[in-house]
Protein backbone atom coordinates (compact mmCIF):
# COMPACT_ATOMS: atom_id res chain seq x y z
CA UNK A 1 0.00 0.00 0.00
CA UNK A 2 1.31 3.61 -1.03
CA UNK A 3 2.20 5.45 2.03
CA UNK A 4 -0.59 8.73 2.37
CA UNK A 5 1.94 11.10 0.97
CA UNK A 6 0.26 14.34 2.44
CA UNK A 7 -0.84 12.84 5.49
CA UNK A 8 0.89 13.94 8.11
CA UNK A 9 1.35 17.18 6.56
CA UNK A 10 -2.39 17.49 6.23
CA UNK A 11 -2.37 16.70 9.93
CA UNK A 12 0.33 19.07 10.92
CA UNK A 13 -2.05 22.67 9.38
CA UNK A 14 -5.48 20.48 11.45
CA UNK A 15 -3.24 20.64 15.01
CA UNK A 16 -1.76 23.72 14.49
CA UNK A 17 -5.43 25.03 14.00
CA UNK A 18 -6.45 23.30 17.25
CA UNK A 19 -3.42 24.04 19.27
CA UNK A 20 -3.37 27.35 18.25
CA UNK A 21 -6.03 28.93 20.41
CA UNK A 22 -4.60 27.22 23.62
CA UNK A 23 -2.78 28.85 26.48
CA UNK A 24 0.92 29.28 27.52
CA UNK A 25 1.81 29.36 30.95
CA UNK A 26 5.25 31.39 31.88
CA UNK A 27 8.56 30.08 32.89
CA UNK A 28 7.70 30.03 36.76
CA UNK A 29 4.60 28.21 36.25
CA UNK A 30 6.03 25.55 34.03
CA UNK A 31 9.15 24.40 36.48
CA UNK A 32 6.52 24.25 39.14
CA UNK A 33 4.96 21.54 37.28
CA UNK A 34 7.29 20.13 36.08
CA UNK A 35 8.18 18.61 39.81
CA UNK A 36 4.61 17.19 40.17
CA UNK A 37 4.10 14.02 40.26
CA UNK A 38 0.90 11.99 38.84
CA UNK A 39 -1.95 12.42 40.98
CA UNK A 40 -5.11 10.35 40.49
CA UNK A 41 -6.99 10.74 38.01
CA UNK A 42 -9.53 13.59 38.36
CA UNK A 43 -9.82 14.86 34.37
CA UNK A 44 -7.99 13.91 31.11
CA UNK A 45 -5.77 15.69 29.17
CA UNK A 46 -6.38 19.02 27.42
CA UNK A 47 -7.95 20.08 25.59
CA UNK A 48 -10.27 17.58 27.61
CA UNK A 49 -12.39 15.66 25.96
CA UNK A 50 -15.16 13.64 27.81
CA UNK A 51 -14.77 12.47 31.26
CA UNK A 52 -14.60 8.65 32.07
CA UNK A 53 -16.74 7.99 35.02
CA UNK A 54 -15.40 7.93 38.46
CA UNK A 55 -15.54 3.78 38.54
CA UNK A 56 -13.35 3.26 35.85
CA UNK A 57 -10.90 5.80 36.89
CA UNK A 58 -7.79 4.09 38.67
CA UNK A 59 -7.68 5.44 42.19
CA UNK A 60 -3.43 4.81 42.21
CA UNK A 61 -1.00 6.21 40.23
CA UNK A 62 2.98 5.55 40.72
CA UNK A 63 5.33 8.39 40.72
CA UNK A 64 5.80 10.00 37.22
CA UNK A 65 9.45 9.48 37.87
CA UNK A 66 11.14 6.85 39.80
CA UNK A 67 14.91 7.77 37.62
CA UNK A 68 17.14 10.44 36.22
CA UNK A 69 17.06 9.08 32.90
CA UNK A 70 20.75 10.36 31.74
CA UNK A 71 21.97 8.36 34.99
CA UNK A 72 20.90 5.33 33.25
CA UNK A 73 23.37 2.59 32.16
CA UNK A 74 22.23 -0.33 30.34
CA UNK A 75 24.00 -3.47 31.02
CA UNK A 76 25.73 -5.15 28.94
CA UNK A 77 22.86 -7.74 27.51
CA UNK A 78 20.99 -4.99 27.54
CA UNK A 79 23.67 -2.66 25.55
CA UNK A 80 23.61 -5.77 23.08
CA UNK A 81 20.02 -5.64 22.49
CA UNK A 82 20.21 -2.05 21.53
CA UNK A 83 23.34 -2.52 19.25
CA UNK A 84 21.28 -5.65 17.31
CA UNK A 85 18.14 -2.96 16.67
CA UNK A 86 20.65 -0.35 15.32
CA UNK A 87 22.68 -2.54 13.42
CA UNK A 88 19.77 -4.01 11.66
CA UNK A 89 17.71 -0.99 11.19
CA UNK A 90 21.11 0.32 9.72
CA UNK A 91 20.85 -2.12 6.80
CA UNK A 92 17.84 -0.20 5.34
CA UNK A 93 20.08 2.71 5.26
CA UNK A 94 22.79 0.83 3.26
CA UNK A 95 20.69 -1.30 1.06
CA UNK A 96 18.19 1.07 0.24
CA UNK A 97 20.36 4.34 -0.89
CA UNK A 98 20.96 5.00 -4.42
CA UNK A 99 24.82 4.43 -4.63
CA UNK A 100 24.99 7.02 -7.46
CA UNK A 101 22.35 9.94 -6.00
CA UNK A 102 23.08 9.26 -2.33
CA UNK A 103 19.32 9.54 -2.03
CA UNK A 104 17.41 7.04 0.57
CA UNK A 105 14.03 5.59 -0.05
CA UNK A 106 10.97 6.76 1.54
CA UNK A 107 10.16 3.36 2.31
CA UNK A 108 10.31 -0.56 1.43
CA UNK A 109 9.06 -3.75 1.92
CA UNK A 110 10.24 -5.11 5.06
CA UNK A 111 12.05 -8.25 3.78
CA UNK A 112 13.83 -5.89 1.58
CA UNK A 113 12.79 -7.00 -1.75
CA UNK A 114 10.89 -3.54 -3.24
CA UNK A 115 11.41 -1.61 -6.50
CA UNK A 116 9.49 1.49 -5.48
CA UNK A 117 12.12 4.47 -6.32
CA UNK A 118 10.41 7.52 -3.78
CA UNK A 119 13.23 8.71 -1.94
CA UNK A 120 12.84 10.88 1.10
CA UNK A 121 15.17 13.76 2.12
CA UNK A 122 14.19 13.64 5.36
CA UNK A 123 15.08 9.67 5.21
CA UNK A 124 18.04 10.65 3.57
CA UNK A 125 18.97 12.87 6.35
CA UNK A 126 18.30 10.39 9.20
CA UNK A 127 20.74 8.13 6.72
CA UNK A 128 23.56 10.35 6.61
CA UNK A 129 23.61 10.55 10.62
CA UNK A 130 23.17 6.67 10.58
CA UNK A 131 26.13 6.48 8.50
CA UNK A 132 28.34 8.11 11.14
CA UNK A 133 27.31 5.74 13.46
CA UNK A 134 28.31 2.75 11.37
CA UNK A 135 31.17 4.30 10.72
CA UNK A 136 32.18 4.86 15.02
CA UNK A 137 30.89 1.14 14.84
CA UNK A 138 32.26 -0.60 12.32
CA UNK A 139 29.72 -2.29 10.72
CA UNK A 140 31.08 -1.41 7.22
CA UNK A 141 34.16 -0.99 5.50
CA UNK A 142 35.22 3.00 6.52
CA UNK A 143 36.11 4.11 2.92
CA UNK A 144 32.89 2.64 1.55
CA UNK A 145 31.38 4.75 4.22
CA UNK A 146 32.81 7.75 3.17
CA UNK A 147 32.43 7.14 -0.28
CA UNK A 148 28.75 7.15 -0.26
CA UNK A 149 28.47 10.23 2.03
CA UNK A 150 30.09 12.22 -0.27
CA UNK A 151 27.97 10.80 -3.59
CA UNK A 152 25.19 11.71 -1.01
CA UNK A 153 26.77 15.15 -0.55
CA UNK A 154 27.94 15.48 -4.20
CA UNK A 155 24.51 14.95 -5.93
CA UNK A 156 22.50 17.38 -3.41
CA UNK A 157 24.87 19.86 -3.69
CA UNK A 158 24.94 19.74 -7.95
CA UNK A 159 21.71 18.06 -9.27
CA UNK A 160 19.17 18.26 -7.03
CA UNK A 161 17.19 20.80 -7.87
CA UNK A 162 16.28 23.34 -4.44
CA UNK A 163 14.37 26.81 -3.86
CA UNK A 164 16.32 28.48 -1.91
CA UNK A 165 18.15 26.01 -0.50
CA UNK A 166 14.90 23.68 0.71
CA UNK A 167 14.37 21.15 -0.67
CA UNK A 168 11.05 18.85 -2.02
CA UNK A 169 10.02 16.32 0.60
CA UNK A 170 10.19 13.18 -2.26
CA UNK A 171 12.25 12.80 -4.35
CA UNK A 172 12.91 10.66 -7.90
CA UNK A 173 15.60 8.30 -5.96
CA UNK A 174 17.70 7.74 -9.35
CA UNK A 175 17.60 11.36 -10.94
CA UNK A 176 16.98 13.62 -7.72
CA UNK A 177 13.46 14.76 -9.49
CA UNK A 178 10.54 15.89 -7.33
CA UNK A 179 7.72 13.19 -7.10
CA UNK A 180 4.31 13.40 -6.36
CA UNK A 181 3.87 17.15 -6.47
CA UNK A 182 5.04 17.14 -3.31
CA UNK A 183 5.94 20.01 -1.27
CA UNK A 184 9.18 22.18 -0.42
CA UNK A 185 9.26 21.42 3.12
CA UNK A 186 11.06 23.33 5.60
CA UNK A 187 10.69 20.23 8.64
CA UNK A 188 11.91 17.62 5.90
CA UNK A 189 14.45 19.77 4.74
CA UNK A 190 15.96 20.53 8.00
CA UNK A 191 16.25 16.96 9.19
CA UNK A 192 18.26 16.86 6.06
CA UNK A 193 20.44 19.14 7.14
CA UNK A 194 20.81 17.81 10.53
CA UNK A 195 22.43 14.80 8.65
CA UNK A 196 24.55 17.04 6.70
CA UNK A 197 25.85 18.91 9.52
CA UNK A 198 26.17 15.56 12.03
CA UNK A 199 28.51 14.42 8.65
CA UNK A 200 30.81 17.32 8.51
CA UNK A 201 31.00 17.00 12.57
CA UNK A 202 32.09 13.23 12.39
CA UNK A 203 33.86 12.72 9.21
CA UNK A 204 37.54 14.45 8.98
CA UNK A 205 37.27 14.57 5.29
CA UNK A 206 37.83 18.20 3.48
CA UNK A 207 35.46 17.55 0.85
CA UNK A 208 32.66 16.48 3.16
CA UNK A 209 33.59 19.97 4.72
CA UNK A 210 32.96 21.80 1.68
CA UNK A 211 30.09 20.17 0.04
CA UNK A 212 28.24 20.36 3.88
CA UNK A 213 28.82 23.90 4.07
CA UNK A 214 27.64 24.37 0.61
CA UNK A 215 24.83 22.88 1.28
CA UNK A 216 24.09 24.43 4.65
CA UNK A 217 24.70 28.31 3.99
CA UNK A 218 22.34 28.43 0.86
CA UNK A 219 19.67 28.19 2.86
CA UNK A 220 17.46 31.26 3.04
CA UNK A 221 15.30 31.09 5.98
CA UNK A 222 14.34 34.61 5.77
CA UNK A 223 12.57 33.31 2.29
CA UNK A 224 10.47 30.49 4.23
CA UNK A 225 9.60 32.82 6.58
CA UNK A 226 8.13 35.16 4.23
CA UNK A 227 8.37 38.86 6.03
CA UNK A 228 6.34 37.24 9.33
CA UNK A 229 7.08 36.45 12.57
CA UNK A 230 6.75 32.26 11.92
CA UNK A 231 7.98 30.14 9.04
CA UNK A 232 5.55 28.26 7.00
CA UNK A 233 5.78 24.53 6.79
CA UNK A 234 6.75 24.37 2.96
CA UNK A 235 6.07 25.69 -0.84
CA UNK A 236 5.25 24.74 -3.82
CA UNK A 237 5.42 25.61 -7.44
CA UNK A 238 1.64 25.29 -8.39
CA UNK A 239 0.48 27.04 -5.21
CA UNK A 240 3.12 28.87 -3.38
CA UNK A 241 3.76 29.02 0.01
CA UNK A 242 1.51 26.54 2.57
CA UNK A 243 -0.71 28.68 4.53
CA UNK A 244 -0.16 27.22 7.71
CA UNK A 245 3.14 28.18 9.74
CA UNK A 246 5.26 26.61 12.35
CA UNK A 247 3.19 28.87 14.79
CA UNK A 248 3.13 26.09 17.87
CA UNK A 249 4.78 23.22 19.68
CA UNK A 250 5.92 20.40 17.35
CA UNK A 251 8.86 18.90 16.36
CA UNK A 252 9.50 22.03 14.63
CA UNK A 253 12.35 23.23 17.29
CA UNK A 254 15.64 22.21 15.20
CA UNK A 255 14.22 24.27 11.98
CA UNK A 256 14.80 27.81 14.51
CA UNK A 257 17.36 26.60 16.06
CA UNK A 258 19.14 25.77 12.17
CA UNK A 259 17.79 29.29 11.06
CA UNK A 260 18.97 31.33 13.89
CA UNK A 261 22.57 29.44 14.09
CA UNK A 262 23.11 30.37 9.87
CA UNK A 263 25.84 32.54 9.10
CA UNK A 264 24.41 33.73 5.71
CA UNK A 265 20.53 33.74 6.18
CA UNK A 266 20.12 34.61 10.11
CA UNK A 267 16.77 34.37 11.45
CA UNK A 268 16.04 37.37 14.02
CA UNK A 269 16.07 35.67 17.62
CA UNK A 270 12.31 37.00 17.97
CA UNK A 271 10.90 33.91 16.07
CA UNK A 272 12.19 31.57 18.81
CA UNK A 273 9.52 33.29 21.24
CA UNK A 274 6.82 33.86 18.15
CA UNK A 275 5.62 30.54 18.16
CA UNK A 276 3.06 29.17 20.98
CA UNK A 277 4.09 26.64 23.48
CA UNK A 278 0.62 25.20 24.69
CA UNK A 279 -0.19 23.70 28.21
CA UNK A 280 -1.48 20.10 28.61
CA UNK A 281 -2.62 17.99 31.14
CA UNK A 282 -2.96 14.64 31.71
CA UNK A 283 -4.57 13.65 34.90
CA UNK A 284 -2.87 16.27 36.72
CA UNK A 285 0.30 16.38 35.02
CA UNK A 286 0.66 19.08 33.08
CA UNK A 287 3.73 19.42 30.04
CA UNK A 288 4.06 21.41 26.68
CA UNK A 289 2.76 19.28 23.83
CA UNK A 290 0.13 19.48 20.62
CA UNK A 291 -2.49 17.16 19.67
CA UNK A 292 -0.17 15.12 18.13
CA UNK A 293 1.62 11.70 17.89
CA UNK A 294 4.76 11.36 20.52
CA UNK A 295 7.26 12.10 17.22
CA UNK A 296 6.62 15.84 18.06
CA UNK A 297 8.73 15.49 21.02
CA UNK A 298 11.40 13.24 19.44
CA UNK A 299 12.70 14.66 16.15
CA UNK A 300 14.87 17.81 17.37
CA UNK A 301 15.96 15.35 20.13
CA UNK A 302 17.58 13.46 17.86
CA UNK A 303 20.42 16.10 17.20
CA UNK A 304 20.18 19.34 19.60
CA UNK A 305 21.53 18.38 23.36
CA UNK A 306 18.74 19.61 25.56
CA UNK A 307 19.90 18.00 28.47
CA UNK A 308 20.18 20.22 31.25
CA UNK A 309 19.42 23.04 29.44
CA UNK A 310 16.84 25.69 29.38
CA UNK A 311 15.57 28.70 27.16
CA UNK A 312 13.02 31.25 29.16
CA UNK A 313 10.29 29.44 28.12
CA UNK A 314 11.11 25.60 29.33
CA UNK A 315 13.55 22.33 29.99
CA UNK A 316 12.38 20.77 26.76
CA UNK A 317 14.44 17.55 27.80
CA UNK A 318 12.60 17.16 31.04
CA UNK A 319 9.43 17.71 29.08
CA UNK A 320 9.94 15.17 26.42
CA UNK A 321 10.50 12.22 29.38
CA UNK A 322 7.09 14.11 30.99
CA UNK A 323 5.27 13.29 27.29
CA UNK A 324 6.63 10.29 27.00
CA UNK A 325 5.39 8.91 30.49
CA UNK A 326 2.35 10.47 29.99
CA UNK A 327 1.55 8.55 26.93
CA UNK A 328 2.26 5.25 28.32
CA UNK A 329 0.26 6.00 31.07
CA UNK A 330 -2.76 7.16 28.40
CA UNK A 331 -1.68 3.47 26.47
CA UNK A 332 -2.00 1.45 29.67
CA UNK A 333 -5.64 3.21 29.94
CA UNK A 334 -6.58 2.30 26.91
CA UNK A 335 -5.99 -1.38 28.30
CA UNK A 336 -9.53 -1.56 29.24
CA UNK A 337 -10.46 -1.37 25.32
CA UNK A 338 -7.17 -3.19 23.66
CA UNK A 339 -5.82 -5.54 26.03
CA UNK A 340 -2.75 -6.26 24.86
CA UNK A 341 -1.66 -3.02 25.86
CA UNK A 342 0.62 -3.48 29.25
CA UNK A 343 3.55 -2.48 30.38
CA UNK A 344 5.51 -4.40 28.11
CA UNK A 345 4.00 -3.58 24.99
CA UNK A 346 2.90 0.32 24.80
CA UNK A 347 3.47 3.75 21.95
CA UNK A 348 1.72 4.86 19.10
CA UNK A 349 2.96 7.07 16.82
CA UNK A 350 2.45 8.06 13.40
CA UNK A 351 2.47 4.73 11.28
CA UNK A 352 1.37 2.80 8.70
CA UNK A 353 -1.96 1.45 9.82
CA UNK A 354 -4.69 -1.24 8.36
CA UNK A 355 -6.04 1.56 6.80
CA UNK A 356 -2.92 3.20 5.65
CA UNK A 357 -0.63 5.82 6.97
CA UNK A 358 -1.75 7.58 9.64
CA UNK A 359 -1.32 10.39 12.03
CA UNK A 360 -2.23 8.88 15.35
CA UNK A 361 -1.34 8.96 18.59
CA UNK A 362 -2.56 10.33 22.17
CA UNK A 363 -2.96 12.03 24.50
CA UNK A 364 -5.78 13.65 24.12
CA UNK A 365 -6.68 10.52 21.30
CA UNK A 366 -6.00 11.21 17.68
CA UNK A 367 -6.99 8.56 14.94
CA UNK A 368 -9.04 5.67 15.04
CA UNK A 369 -6.62 3.68 18.08
CA UNK A 370 -7.27 -0.29 17.57
CA UNK A 371 -4.75 -1.75 19.41
CA UNK A 372 -2.28 -1.45 17.05
CA UNK A 373 1.42 -1.01 18.44
CA UNK A 374 4.64 1.01 16.87
CA UNK A 375 8.32 0.28 17.31
CA UNK A 376 9.45 4.03 17.04
CA UNK A 377 7.07 5.48 19.35
CA UNK A 378 9.09 3.55 22.31
CA UNK A 379 12.71 3.23 20.28
CA UNK A 380 12.15 6.92 19.54
CA UNK A 381 12.06 7.82 23.49
CA UNK A 382 14.78 5.37 24.67
CA UNK A 383 16.90 8.36 26.07
CA UNK A 384 13.56 9.19 27.93
CA UNK A 385 12.25 6.62 29.57
CA UNK A 386 15.43 3.86 28.90
CA UNK A 387 14.17 0.95 31.50
CA UNK A 388 10.13 1.17 30.26
CA UNK A 389 11.08 1.92 26.37
CA UNK A 390 13.72 -1.11 26.54
CA UNK A 391 10.97 -3.74 28.01
CA UNK A 392 8.66 -3.09 25.09
CA UNK A 393 10.97 -3.22 22.31
CA UNK A 394 12.52 -6.63 24.17
CA UNK A 395 9.17 -8.23 24.85
CA UNK A 396 8.51 -7.12 21.34
CA UNK A 397 11.47 -8.79 20.04
CA UNK A 398 10.72 -12.26 22.02
CA UNK A 399 7.08 -12.34 21.13
CA UNK A 400 6.44 -11.18 17.75
CA UNK A 401 9.72 -11.75 15.86
CA UNK A 402 7.83 -14.25 13.27
CA UNK A 403 5.68 -11.48 11.87
CA UNK A 404 7.01 -8.44 13.20
CA UNK A 405 10.66 -8.88 12.71
CA UNK A 406 12.16 -8.77 9.20
CA UNK A 407 15.38 -7.92 7.34
CA UNK A 408 15.45 -4.10 8.63
CA UNK A 409 14.25 -5.24 11.95
CA UNK A 410 11.02 -4.47 13.07
CA UNK A 411 8.06 -3.67 10.56
CA UNK A 412 6.29 -0.43 11.07
CA UNK A 413 3.27 -1.29 12.80
CA UNK A 414 1.54 -4.27 13.82
CA UNK A 415 -1.71 -5.22 15.81
CA UNK A 416 -1.41 -8.25 18.34
CA UNK A 417 -5.48 -8.50 18.68
CA UNK A 418 -6.15 -8.39 14.66
CA UNK A 419 -2.57 -10.37 13.57
CA UNK A 420 -2.61 -7.38 11.42
CA UNK A 421 1.38 -6.73 10.35
CA UNK A 422 2.91 -3.66 8.33
CA UNK A 423 4.44 -5.12 5.04
CA UNK A 424 6.92 -2.25 4.87
CA UNK A 425 9.35 -0.22 7.22
CA UNK A 426 9.49 3.62 6.69
CA UNK A 427 12.93 5.49 6.47
CA UNK A 428 11.68 8.05 9.23
CA UNK A 429 11.26 5.51 11.44
CA UNK A 430 14.12 3.20 11.12
CA UNK A 431 16.21 6.78 11.34
CA UNK A 432 14.79 7.68 14.78
CA UNK A 433 15.11 4.28 16.01
CA UNK A 434 18.39 4.14 15.54
CA UNK A 435 20.01 7.60 16.73
CA UNK A 436 17.96 7.69 19.54
CA UNK A 437 19.25 4.40 20.56
CA UNK A 438 22.61 5.52 19.87
CA UNK A 439 22.03 8.36 21.96
CA UNK A 440 20.64 6.58 25.00
CA UNK A 441 24.10 4.52 25.08
CA UNK A 442 26.86 6.90 23.91
CA UNK A 443 25.23 10.36 23.46
CA UNK A 444 27.29 9.73 19.93
CA UNK A 445 24.70 11.86 17.50
CA UNK A 446 24.13 14.93 20.22
CA UNK A 447 28.27 14.75 20.92
CA UNK A 448 29.27 14.97 17.10
CA UNK A 449 26.23 17.17 15.76
CA UNK A 450 26.62 19.70 18.89
CA UNK A 451 30.58 20.32 17.47
CA UNK A 452 29.07 22.22 15.15
CA UNK A 453 29.38 26.41 15.07
CA UNK A 454 25.62 26.53 14.17
CA UNK A 455 24.03 24.29 16.60
CA UNK A 456 25.40 26.05 19.42
CA UNK A 457 24.87 29.78 17.73
CA UNK A 458 21.32 28.20 17.49
CA UNK A 459 21.00 27.13 20.89
CA UNK A 460 22.73 30.35 22.22
CA UNK A 461 20.50 33.04 20.07
CA UNK A 462 17.43 31.30 20.89
CA UNK A 463 18.59 32.12 24.92
CA UNK A 464 19.75 28.81 26.08
CA UNK A 465 21.64 28.46 28.99
CA UNK A 466 22.92 25.46 31.46
CA UNK A 467 20.54 24.18 34.39
CA UNK A 468 22.97 24.99 37.28
CA UNK A 469 20.95 22.61 39.02
CA UNK A 470 19.24 20.33 36.96
CA UNK A 471 15.54 20.25 37.31
CA UNK A 472 15.19 17.02 39.54
CA UNK A 473 12.92 14.26 38.28
CA UNK A 474 11.92 13.07 41.35
CA UNK A 475 10.76 15.59 43.83
Avoid at 173 to 186: A, K, L, P, T
Avoid at 438 to 453: I, L, S
Wanted: aromatic share 14%.
Amino acid sequence: MNRGRFSRRAWLRQAAQVAGGLPLAGPSALISEFLQRTQPAKQRSQPAPQRQPASQQPSERPPLFENDPTKYRFTRDEDEFLEGIERTSFQFFWNETNPTTGLVKDRSHADGTDQRNAASIAATGFGLTAHCIADQRGWEQRMEIRDRVRNTLRFVATRVQHEHGFYAHFLNIQNGERVFQSEVSSVDTAIFLCGVLTCRAYFDDAEIYELATTIFERVDWLWMLQGHKTLAMGWTPEHGFIKTRWDSYSEHMMIYLLGLGSATHTLPPATWSAWARPIFEFNGTRYISAKAPIFIHQYSHAWFDFRERRDHFADYFTNSVIATKVHKLWCLELAQQFPDYSEDLWGISASDSVRGYTAWGGPPEMGRIDGSVVSCATAGSLPFLPQETLRVLRYMRENYAQKAWHTYGFVDAFNPLTNWYSADVLGIDLGITILMAENARTGFVWEQFMKNDEAIRGMSRAGFHELVTPLPLNS
